[in-house]
């Protein structure tokens, strides 16, 4: 991909991100924030729960990729403008928002359906039976799965203690974008 069309794509979400804002916060002026670098998928939730805390809003990064805060009641637009400002300064590597090819995506089930399978079977966590590779394909659209008709983490522990098996048993494979 061309570097104008990755551009292209960081300009799209930056408006998507903006228009978003506006939507939430239509007599809130729109806080002005520059873009600093962009971040890998791995890399995203801490930095930008790194940047919530230090514009005042206490967040950390979540073992399966999320990142975890508390907003007040009444802290709402605090919060969506600390928000703003984090996602505008250190936003996702446009290549991430590229849709998966044929190739990518046969990779990717290939992986979920025998080397995480078998690290979560190895981890005592039960997983459901996957889809067909047809299936799992034509259930994919541009913007990622349309439906998640399948997912491996199903049975994964939703407390700390099971929490650990994102680092022990990855999502996605190493190389999928690249």
């Known amino acids: 991909m061309t570097a104008a069309a990755l551009q292209e ?11 978003g804002f506006v939507a939430s916060y239509p007599d809130v002026a729109v806080p002005t924030a520059t873009r600093e670098r962009f971040v890998s998928l791995e890399e995203l939730p801490p930095v930008i ?41 250190f936003p996702s590597d446009p290549t991430n928002s590229v849709p998966l090819n044929e190739s990518q995506l046969t990779y990717l089930y290939e992986y979920q359906t025998t080397v ?3 690290c979560l079977e190895a981890a005592h966590v ?17 913007q ?3 439906t998640v008709a399948w997912q491996p983490y199903a049975h994964v522990d939703p407390g700390p203690l099971g929490q650990g098996i994102y680092k022990q048993c990855p999502q996605t494979p190493e190389h999928l974008y690249g």
């Open 9 to 19: 794509l960081a300009d799209q979400a930056q408006t998507a991100l903006r228009d």
């Open 126 to 142: 039960p997983v459901d039976p996957p889809p067909t590779l047809g299936s799992f394909m034509g259930n994919y659209t541009g």
């Open 144 to 146: 990622g799965p349309a």
């Open 116 to 118: 995480l399978m078998r």
């Open 49 to 89: 729960a790194a940047c919530l805390t230090e514009a005042g809003v206490p967040a950390s990064a979540t073992a399966d990729g999320g990142i975890e805060t508390f907003v007040a009641k009444g802290d709402e637009e605090r919060h969506a403008i600390a928000d703003y400002v984090c996602n505008t300064r």
